[in-house]
């Protein structure tokens, strides 16, 4: 839960529930033009990826007086010895942007992945103009690792894209000394 500007943010778990909010945020057109969702989506796609989640994907979404605002993805991958790592996607309402909601949901996404799933690396992929999304992901410690060419179709044009990462240490051992707090 984050207080910006006398907002409040809630992140909690996706619901089948939230399938016509969701449904509506990718009508958005920021929403889905900045990232690899389609204009005109249907009802019934969003119904089936809530319906059928996977063990290892973890979908969250931001709430303001139980209004759904943004979501974001979190995808383990499941090859042996890829397993470390985490893959993000997310939106946020195109009348929600830059009101700290992207930060909400990466801040509870990165207790998840660091605290709980014991990821070490998670990556995503941004497009290279995306200056406000490449701002949130720096200020959360991801850094440009290269670059795709005419990595996606957007709008009548390719665009190129940042290939982004984090990397941590990971969990401690058991005979690290914490606080009691911290456990
Ligand atoms: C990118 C996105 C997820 C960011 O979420 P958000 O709620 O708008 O971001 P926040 O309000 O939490 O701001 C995060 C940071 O972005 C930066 N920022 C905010 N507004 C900005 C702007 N207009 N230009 C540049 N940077 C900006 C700031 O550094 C801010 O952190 P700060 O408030 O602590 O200074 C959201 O804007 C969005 O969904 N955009 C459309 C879809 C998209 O781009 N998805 C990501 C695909 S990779």
């Given at each position: 839960m984050r207080k910006a500007k006398r907002i409040t943010i809630d992140v909690r778990a996706a619901e089948v529930a939230d399938v016509d909010a969701l449904t509506r945020l990718f009508t958005h057109r920021n929403a889905y033009a900045q990232t690899l969702q389609l204009p005109l989506q249907s009802t019934e796609l969003w119904r089936k990826r809530l319906a059928e989640p996977s063990d290892n994907h973890h979908a969250l979404v931001a709430t303001v007086n139980g209004e759904l605002v943004g979501n974001l993805g979190l995808t383990r991958f499941t090859r042996p010895r890829r397993a470390h790592v985490g893959e993000i996607g997310m939106a946020v309402r195109d009348d929600w942007q830059g009101k700290g909601v992207g930060s909400a949901l990466m801040k509870a996404a990165l207790e998840l992945a660091d605290n709980?799933?014991?990821?070490?690396r998670l990556e995503l992929n941004v497009y290279a103009d995306n200056e406000r999304a490449i701002a949130l992901y720096r200020k959360f410690g991801f850094e440009i690792e290269g670059t795709h060419r005419a990595y996606s179709i957007r709008n009548g044009a390719y665009v190129d894209s940042l290939s982004m990462a984090r990397l941590i240490e990971g969990p401690r051992m058991p005979t690290d000394k914490r606080r009691k707090s911290d456990r």
């Amino acid at each position: 839960m984050r207080k910006a500007k006398r907002i409040t943010i809630d992140v909690r778990a996706a619901e089948v529930a939230d399938v016509d909010a969701l449904t509506r945020l990718f009508t958005h057109r920021n929403a889905y033009a900045q990232t690899l969702q389609l204009p005109l989506q249907s009802t019934e796609l969003w119904r089936k990826r809530l319906a059928e989640p996977s063990d290892n994907h973890h979908a969250l979404v931001a709430t303001v007086n139980g209004e759904l605002v943004g979501n974001l993805g979190l995808t383990r991958f499941t090859r042996p010895r890829r397993a470390h790592v985490g893959e993000i996607g997310m939106a946020v309402r195109d009348d929600w942007q830059g009101k700290g909601v992207g930060s909400a949901l990466m801040k509870a996404a990165l207790e998840l992945a660091d605290n709980w799933l014991g990821l070490r690396r998670l990556e995503l992929n941004v497009y290279a103009d995306n200056e406000r999304a490449i701002a949130l992901y720096r200020k959360f410690g991801f850094e440009i690792e290269g670059t795709h060419r005419a990595y996606s179709i957007r709008n009548g044009a390719y665009v190129d894209s940042l290939s982004m990462a984090r990397l941590i240490e990971g969990p401690r051992m058991p005979t690290d000394k914490r606080r009691k707090s911290d456990r």
